[in-house]
């Protein structure tokens, strides 16, 4: 694999797997359109997509650590010794892992299912869609702070997640847009998916470093691997830090315009032939 390659693409994921704007989606289209041919062995995939998500977990825990801090001590507290935990903090300590629960149950059955989603019509319908909804979903009024996360929240938001599986909608988006639905206000919404994306990444990045271990990683492929980390830890922590200075201002109206725009253009060229 291309040390450039890998760069490029640790860049969009680190990118667009926080910005609401669809990182599986933009992992197929940028080598699609620029005709890139470094997946050919799905084992390669596997590996290297185990690295960017493992880039873009550090990137998120470095930018949230102080917030972590509280959840995960009253988390461990709250079953080893909960006479000493924050009742509250602990219980949405955990309340956070559940969320992950019914993304990574459909992700693991169906994951060769999913696998036939990431054709470039179908994510740019995806982005113009999912896009409209989350336009839509930021319209309603929201005064909730991440403080404020229930048992309903982790349900109903981690259900949401589930259709991130299909490229093009994107995690961060659908869980933002939940969360305004639930009465979040735009930065607590934002938070909300940034502590949720923790247990999702943290537990695909499990599961993927398993499989490696029994397959071994593909020759030739340590250096992008690493480069590739890189790239998407540091790129993930400017889009986090990036959005939420821009939510102090702004509505979420930017990230919708681009995906409505990606997905015209890209919808225009399948329709032109490009790569038929």
Partial sequence: ???LHAIV????QGLTEFLPISSSGHLELVPWLFGWEDFADPQVGLAFDTALHLGTLVGVVAYLRRELVPYVRNGVLAVVSPKRADKRVGLQAWLFVAS???AGLVGVIFEDDIAVLGEPVWIAVSLIGFGLVLWWADRLRGSRTSGEFTLADSMLIGLAQILALNPGTS???ITITMARMRGFDRDAAARVSFLMSIPVIGGAVVFQIASLVSDGIPDGLLAPMIVGIIAAAISGWCAIWGMMRLLRFRSF?????????VGVAVLGLVAAGFRG
Avoid: H, N, Q
Wanted: proline fraction near 9%; charge should be positive; aromatic fraction near 10%.
């Fill in 100 to 102: 992950a629960v019914p």
């Fill in 9 to 12: 693409l640790g860049i969009v």
């Fill in 171 to 173: 995690r961060s988006g």
């Fill in 1 to 3: 694999m291309d040390i």
């Fill in 253 to 261: 109206g930017p990230f919708v315009m681009y995906r409505v725009l």
